[in-house]
């Protein structure tokens, strides 16, 4: 069965420090790995895309993930995290177009000044 | 250039009632998906519209319905509301013959049922 699986229900980090989002997936063809993100009261923004090719994808914010198909990962970082960065985070994988895309449960991140 | 809108962006109703939430897709963009999201949880996948038919949808119950305009705009219509269908309710625009379209969500309708 095709599933995302996000560890993290919540992290918290300093602002300032690094970090790590993880997200596991489990899908039968060549999957589709989105990453999106959600504030309070508003709908969800792309960070970042990938569908073939260079496994390291550079997306907006700062944000960047690596995907790893022989651990079946597409984990998010960041090098120096804001306060603004607070928010939750969308792990996503789907097929060509983005119909049937299937999300994570998310992970929300708290950012301590 | 307007993005995805959604109307409207709060509503209470009432169990065994019906509701119409509304989605105008951005500009440019002729499909659009729609996802419910229940407190704590991520999206889950409804339906698509795409060409005004429903391409592919989700495991979701008859009760939930939906049309496409000939102007791309959509409606998502939920009929005999139970409580558990009280949740963000998203809409996500995107070119449909776009290989690997990348979706643009609106802000939601919030939906309670008491």
């Known amino acids: 069965a095709q599933s995302v699986t996000q560890p993290d229900i919540h992290i918290t980090v300093s602002e300032g420090a690094s970090l790590e989002l993880r997200c596991n997936y489990s899908y039968g063809a060549t999957p589709y790995l989105f990453w999106y993100v959600q504030s309070p009261g508003q709908g969800l923004q792309l960070l970042l895309k990938y569908f073939s090719g260079d496994t390291l994808v550079q997306g907006i914010k700062g944000f960047e993930a690596e995907f790893k198909r022989s651990q079946s990962s597409f984990n998010l970082r960041k090098p120096s995290v804001h306060w603004s960065d607070a928010a939750e985070y969308f792990c996503a994988v789907g097929p060509t177009g983005g119909f049937k895309t299937i999300f994570g449960a998310g992970t929300r991140l708290f950012v301590k000044a | 250039d307007a993005g995805v809108t959604q109307s409207p962006t709060h509503l209470i109703k009432t169990r065994g009632q019906q509701v119409t939430l509304r989605c105008s897709p951005k500009s440019g963009h002729d499909t659009v998906s729609w996802y419910q999201q229940a407190l704590g949880q991520g999206p889950q996948f409804i339906f698509q519209?795409?060409?005004?038919?429903?391409?592919q949808r989700g495991n979701f119950p008859d009760r939930f319905s939906g049309h496409q305009f000939p102007n791309y705009s959509s409606e998502l219509n939920v009929n005999a509301l139970w409580l558990g269908d009280s949740a963000l309710y998203l809409c996500?625009?995107?070119?449909?013959?776009?290989?690997?379209?990348?979706?643009?969500f609106g802000p939601g309708t919030r939906l309670l049922v008491l």
């Open positions: 519209y795409y060409e005004e038919e429903e391409r």
């Open positions: 996500a625009s995107s070119i449909g013959s776009s290989q690997g379209g990348t979706q643009y």
